[in-house]
């Protein structure tokens, strides 16, 4: 199939990636399909999606007049042959437990029609491993998406041991045509290409964390003001080519030496989960959030951060750079 065969999405998950993947399907003009497993997850999807589609508005991101057409380009399905028999692109985000995407993969093949393509937004797993029970193997692909999915433009698609190389550029040129940045990853390894360098980091930060070598606001700020803003722009490989290889050969000789490679998690990370302390959906995690306007109000000042970055950065079709 190529891209002009697909009219209908399913997606397959409406929590915190589903619903914003949905929203941006139908920001596209697709007919979406959006199931889950209970009517009151589906409701709290939709009521999200309208806060999403007028925060983009109030910005300039998308045009007042079409909140309501968006909105009714989404149907909600807990039946999930009804979600999927009629489907040309299934997308699939559920949480990242393998036994569970393998039975909705184990489902897909017999409900969705044969020339859908399959999707799995999962962040570390391999879709190669997810479809082993698929019909038509070749058909499969990992389209890892990042959050929030209204915003963010980079989408991951990652090539299975059996998806064929028409699945992955209809899969390409799908998302181009929503405006986003898809990233081709040729090779299947744990974590894809994005969160294998996100945890390296990860890994970095919670060492001199533990290590008391800066409070947790000093570690944030610190990435944001410097690195955050160098790497939004030009990326790491270009980041050592302007300041020079030699630099950073003779940097390195010194600084690995000193990194962390422990291969089992943090012990600050394990004391935080066995306290409850699991970040905004437990009210604390490294930072204190008191209500759920507390969360409310972090994600909404991220959102217009990102959005005034986007603006500069990638700006839609017909603006120019401010």
């Known amino acids: ?39 009151s997850l589906l409701e709290r999807a939709e009521e999200r999606i309208r806060l999403n589609l007028r925060m983009l508005a109030e910005h300039g991101f998308e045009d007042e007049g079409r909140i309501g057409e968006i909105a009714s380009l989404i149907t909600s399905h807990v039946d999930l042959r009804e979600a999927v028999e009629e489907a040309d692109f299934v997308t699939e985000s559920v949480s990242e ?103 390296a980091l990860f890994r970095e930060t919670l060492a001199l964390l533990e290590a008391g070598v800066a409070a947790p606001e000093e570690i944030d700020k610190a990435v944001s003001g410097s690195l955050g803003l160098r790497l939004a722009t030009i990326g790491p490989l270009r980041s050592i080519d302007l300041a020079g290889l030699d630099l950073f050969w003779f940097g390195m000789k010194d600084v690995f030496r000193a990194l962390d490679t422990s291969p089992a998690p943090p012990k600050i990370i394990k004391e935080k989960v066995d306290a409850g302390h699991v970040g905004k959906k437990g009210g604390r995690g490294f930072f204190e959030y008191r209500s759920n306007g507390g969360v409310d109000e972090v994600e909404r000042k991220r959102d217009e951060k990102l959005i005034r970055l986007l603006k500069i950065l990638y700006p839609r079709k017909g603006e120019g750079h401010a």
């Open 97 to 199: 437990d393998l036994s569970l995407k393998i039975q909705i993969f184990r489902s897909l093949s017999t409900l969705a029609p044969g020339h859908a393509i399959l999707a799995s937004n999962t962040s570390m797993l391999r879709i190669t491993d997810i479809g082993q029970h698929v019909m038509h193997k070749e058909r499969l692909v990992t389209t890892h998406w990042f959050n929030p999915p209204y915003l963010i433009p980079v989408v991951e698609v990652v090539k299975g041991e059996h998806t064929s190389s028409e699945t992955v550029e209809t899969t390409v040129a799908l998302l181009e045509g929503l405006g986003k940045v898809p990233i081709r990853v040729l090779k299947e390894v744990p974590g894809h290409l994005l969160n294998r360098i996100q945890f």
């Open 1 to 39: 199939m190529n891209m002009t065969g697909i009219k209908r999405i399913a997606v397959i998950g409406a929590g915190l990636m589903g619903h914003g993947i949905a929203q941006v399907f139908a920001q596209g003009g697709y007919r979406v399909l959006m199931h889950d497993t209970s009517r």
